[in-house]
């Protein structure tokens, strides 16, 4: 059975940095990544990170946040940095199946920012 487990999120002050983790298990993942929603918004990429380590941003989070991955342990994170009350919203964790290329998404973690 395949689960993507996200943790991490909280509240915390602009300014202030949060690191977002997602256990991935059940299969191997290619590509994996982070996408947020906030209220009345579409959901929206943060960042991803292909198997070979290669990283793409959102041009809102250039510059702030950091993805890795641990493929030892099935795990990619998001370091965020100099968060800002827009940064607020659930932030999902999304991971492509290596050999079918279904994508899979996790539950989600509220990141709050207060301003």
């Known amino acids: 059975q395949v689960q993507l487990v996200e943790s991490g999120g909280g509240l915390v002050q602009a300014g202030g940095s949060l690191r977002l983790s997602c256990a991935a298990s059940?299969?191997?993942?290619?590509?994996m990544g982070w996408y947020r929603q906030a209220p009345g918004n579409q959901r929206e990429l943060v960042a991803t990170?292909?198997?070979?380590?290669?990283?793409n941003y959102g041009d809102s989070v250039k510059g702030r946040f950091t993805i890795s991955r641990d493929d030892a342990k099935n795990t990619v994170h998001l370091q965020m940095n100099s968060l800002k009350p827009e940064d607020t919203g659930v932030y999902y964790c999304?991971?492509?199946?290596?050999?079918?290329?279904?994508?899979?998404w996790g539950q989600g973690t509220q990141v709050t920012v207060s301003s």
């Open positions: 999304n991971a492509r199946h290596y050999f079918s290329n279904q994508y899979y």
């Open positions: 059940g299969t191997t993942f290619g590509d």
């Open positions: 990170i292909t198997s070979g380590g290669s990283t």
